[in-house]
């Protein structure tokens, strides 16, 4: 998979490399139901109009709205805005390091903040989004609805075997990459797929 994601996977997105956290959960919260090429000039004017989180949690809500209009569930941007404000209250302005404290933040789940601790600091630990669930569902042949709770508990339990013990980044990036590029809802790219020679679902 980090073999894979280094030659094939999406690279050179605004948000990649930076180990900014601000930035990397904006982009996270920001891609969450939406598409990166819709998610790119909006990252670009929300990160120049907000450059870091004090200037996020300083700015009227109407203002953050503004830049948020039309890319849709705007509850996002309203907790984006409180998280903000409560990392400058209870962190002293500091973003988190430790993905528990993240996802203590609000309206960020255990997989986004697995994903902003990755990117931002090179912290282990599975990620479980939408397109994730699919993957390891199919690769592993783990049967259900995902959103089942017994369900979700094996998924979540596989993730966290596979975690490598190094390249958490490009590996956390592959297992985003494979599911929004190549394990696709329907018609899946399994020709092209690195984990297609052991895949339940393939087979
Ligand atoms: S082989 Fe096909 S179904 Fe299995 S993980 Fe790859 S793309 Fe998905």
Redo the contacts with the bound molecule.
Sequence with gaps: MIAWQKAHGRRNLPWQGLRDAYRIWVSEIMLQQTQVATVIPYYERFTAAFPDVATLAAAPIERVLEHWSGLGYYRRAHLLHAAARAIMSDHGGTFPREAEQIASLPGIGRSTAAAIAAFAFGARGAILDGNVKR?LA??AGIEGFPGDARVERALWRHAEELVPDRDIEPYTQAMMD?GAT??LKRA???DA?P??GH?V??R
């Design positions: 993957v199919r690769h494979l190549l394990c899946p790219r399994c797929c984990v297609a895949c679902a393939r």
